[in-house]
């Protein structure tokens, strides 16, 4: 065993340690005399609430109570006592983490300044060794966690601050602690759908997401039958909403913003004034500061039982505890609008299958027939392109080239389709197409959404990444082939009888985009002439007259995984979920020498 003053180690970990010895501070002056003159100490401990009495905490119930347990922790510490005891220790540095407990601290402590090390510094020493590949992965994990909690501060803290700011008053308490004043609004005893009269729907997701929400959002009146209902969206969407007959009103808001206390403020003020009934919130995934709007807004909130994908685990229990009245999708369901259909039968509505929705407003049909005469092409002989896929990873280089063989066989014409910020990306495919003599023209950026989803509806099939434009081509029965990354196999999937889906599943599918491996090989592994198979199939093969769409997967054989890489696996979750679904919901899974063995066409 070492003796005091024997400096050989390096590294000491206290995880959940010093709130339960007796004298920390000769506990610290131990350590300090064991570690090596550059040696560190890392120190996890819960975090009393700065500035904070012991009653206080007692009159608002705060969680941070359960912590005060004389039979478990003797002693316990805010962050400046926990720092003033590590000086006294001979720590001279001292640099603090998110912690991975809701309510602790994480600090390393050191005599000397700690180095620093780049990202990719730092991945190259972990993958030096494939030992070392299940640490990296640990590592990027935790990156992941740091990022989500810095981005999500506690919810309650956000939904006070805006009440506390809406009354013109103060926090209670200040500093770190967490103000749990913020009550539940419940349902009258009376409740009834029918009775009401003005109901806010709150949805403030990207375009793709809302075109599937409208297929529940199509059948509220169905159950609010008196309701004029007011949709609150991202500014972006808003024009979607506008042309939906079932909406009196649209409230566009800057998404990106909310993370703005005052404009938070501002944002309630608005949806306060329009002093609706009751909320309904249909997201299954809300990020925290859509759900702390709308729990901001002192009137019943019913929605989704939300999950934890764009929020911590305890602000997301908070969120469900505060709903006024929730359902609860089955645990095995797969997609978007299998959700959307439980919840509507959970309402009354029961419906055997769902479909994706978009109106377009005369407007942009008119736009689109002015185009669509200017370029002198024929619908029965153009295809759709869309490559880009919102982040520079999902954007797809080789639709173009995967295109050549059946644009010349069919003698087909191209048209690319996207905003300003796809125009490159779309530009480099068209460039493959026009270097074989193929007519390509390139729309991108020339059209807002609606009147590039009007061309859209004119062609005999959309080709392109899993994004707006893939959604808007299933709700508008356009037959597509689809590129489907592995972040949400199965869930937001375009879904129509018409769509194709082309995967290349991975063991990692469902990592929700927080990629482990350097590279996202769901994406990159995909191979072009696999992909060209399934367009040239879906050509010329029959499509079915119902069902959810057909995902195809790119074979094992063509995926030789190396040291480091995620293995090629089937989708067995996904076949297992689709087997309870009813046919109206069902996706045909199919490998793609299965799907290419209908016209006698073998990969």
């Not at 259909?341 to 049909?365: D, Y």
């Not at 590129?483 to 018409?498: C, N, V, Y």
């Not at 063509?558 to 089937?570: A, C, D, E, N």
Request: aromatic content about 8%; overall charge neutral; glycine content about 6%.
């Amino acid at each position: 065993a070492l003796q005091p003053g024997e400096r050989q180690v390096d590294a000491v970990i206290l995880m959940d340690v010093i709130e339960h010895i007796a004298d920390p501070m000769a506990f610290m002056q131990d350590i300090s005399s064991r570690l090596k003159e550059d040696g560190i100490l890392c120190l996890q401990t819960p975090r009393y609430p700065e500035n904070t009495s012991f009653l206080q905490l007692k009159k608002i119930t705060d969680r941070f109570v359960r912590h005060l347990n004389a039979h478990e922790h003797l002693v316990l510490f805010s962050s400046a006592a926990l720092e003033k005891l590590a000086r006294e220790s001979g720590f001279v540095h001292a640099v603090r983490y998110p912690a991975l407990g809701v309510d602790d601290m994480f600090y390393i402590f050191s005599r000397k300044p700690l180095k620093q090390y780049t990202t990719s510094q730092i991945k190259k020493t972990f993958m030096a060794f494939p030992e070392r590949i299940t640490a990296y992965a640990a590592y990027v994990n935790y990156r992941q966690f740091v990022a989500l909690q810095r981005r999500n501060a506690a919810l309650m803290n956000i939904i006070q601050g805006i009440s506390d700011a809406a009354r013109g008053s103060s926090p209670a308490i200040t500093g770190d602690s967490v103000s749990s004043t913020v009550r539940p609004h419940p349902l009258p005893t009376d409740f009834a759908a029918q009775d009401v009269e003005k109901l806010l729907y709150i949805r403030l997701d990207g375009i793709g997401d809302s075109i599937l929400a409208n297929a529940l959002l199509e059948h509220l009146p169905s159950v609010f039958s008196r309701a004029r209902i007011t949709v609150v969206c991202d500014a972006a969407v808003a024009p979607l909403y506008k042309a939906a007959p079932m909406v009196a009103d649209v409230l566009p808001l800057d998404k990106f913003r909310l993370e703005e206390p005052e404009y938070r403020l501002q944002c309630v003020k608005l949806l306060r004034a329009v002093k609706a009934d009751v909320v309904f919130q249909g997201t299954r995934s809300p990020t925290m500061f859509v759900a702390a709007l709308s729990l901001a807004l002192d009137i019943p909130v019913i929605g989704v039982r939300a999950d934890a994908v764009n929020m911590s685990q305890s602000e997301r229990d908070f969120y469900n505890a505060n709903l006024a009245a929730q359902w609860t999708p089955h645990p095995g369901t797969p997609s978007e609008l299998a959700t959307y259909r439980e919840i509507l039968r959970q309402l009354g509505v029961p419906l055997s299958c769902l479909r994706a929705r978009l109106w377009l407003p005369p407007a942009a049909k008119a736009e689109a027939d002015a185009l669509w005469a200017q370029s002198g092409l024929t619908p029965e002989n153009t295809v759709a392109i869309f490559c880009g896929g919102g982040a520079a990873y999902r954007h797809c280089f080789f639709v173009g080239e995967a295109l050549i063989q059946c644009c010349q066989k069919h003698n087909l014409a191209v048209v690319a389709l996207g905003s300003s910020h796809e125009f490159e990306i779309n530009e480099k495919n068209i460039l493959a197409l026009r270097n074989q003599g193929i007519v390509a023209i390139n729309f991108s950026g020339r059209t807002d959404f609606l009147a590039s989803a009007a061309l859209l509806a004119r062609c005999r099939l959309a080709v392109g990444v899993d994004t707006s434009l893939a959604h808007a081509a299933a709700a508008l029965q356009v037959p597509q082939v689809i590129l489907s990354g592995g972040a949400h196999l199965g869930r937001f999937i375009p879904s129509s009888e018409r769509t194709l889906a082309f995967c290349l599943p991975l063991e990692c599918a469902g990592c929700n985009w927080n990629c482990r491996y350097g590279e996202r090989y769901c994406l990159t592994g995909i191979r072009p002439d696999c992909f060209a198979q399934a367009v040239e199939v879906a050509l010329t093969d029959a499509w079915p007259e119902a069902g959810g769409g057909r995902l195809v997967l790119q074979p094992p054989r063509t995926w030789p995984s190396m040291t480091g890489q995620p293995r090629w696996r089937s989708p067995q979750a996904l076949l297992r979920q689709q087997d309870a679904l009813e046919g109206g919901d069902r996706i045909q899974i199919l490998s793609l020498p299965e799907y290419c063995h209908r016209r006698s066409f073998t990969p």
